[in-house]
């Protein structure tokens, strides 16, 4: 019952944030199987289209040794929005609105269930 609830209060909030926000695309990179007759393994990549995200500075006590300050974001994504099962994501990658990639530096969780936070660098 309250999960619903604060999934739906995330997105009211993503929606009223206005141009803040911006649309971008999740690319999901997941190993396949290793053909041995071709001595090479299989990927395949999971595309997530027309997510609303935020993408915002560390604060000072986020900051670690993992972060870069002039290079790195943080991508706020509501739960909601991204429909897929995330695993190990350091290889995903992030396409903004503007067409630039950033490559997942790590998986920050994902706040109450309702939102997920990664930490992106410039690819």
């Known amino acids: 019952m309250f999960k619903n609830l604060i999934n739906g209060l995330v997105q009211t909030a993503f929606d009223t944030i206005g141009d803040l926000k911006e649309t971008v695309n999740y690319v999901q990179f997941e190993e396949g199987t290793y053909d041995t007759e071709t001595s090479s393994p299989s990927y395949t990549y999971n595309y997530a289209t027309g997510i609303q995200a935020l993408f915002?500075?560390?604060?000072?006590?986020?900051?670690?040794?993992?972060?870069?300050?002039?290079?790195?974001?943080?991508?706020?994504?509501?739960?909601?929005?991204?429909?897929?099962?995330?695993?190990?994501?350091?290889e995903d990658s992030i396409i903004d609105s503007k067409g630039k990639e950033w490559n997942v530096r790590r998986y920050l969780g994902i706040t109450g269930g309702s939102l997920h936070i990664f930490h992106v660098r410039a690819a």
């Open 56 to 90: 915002t500075k560390f604060s000072e006590d986020e900051k670690d040794n993992e972060v870069m300050v002039l290079k790195d974001w943080k991508v706020l994504i509501p739960s909601t929005q991204l429909p897929l099962v995330l695993k190990d994501s350091t």
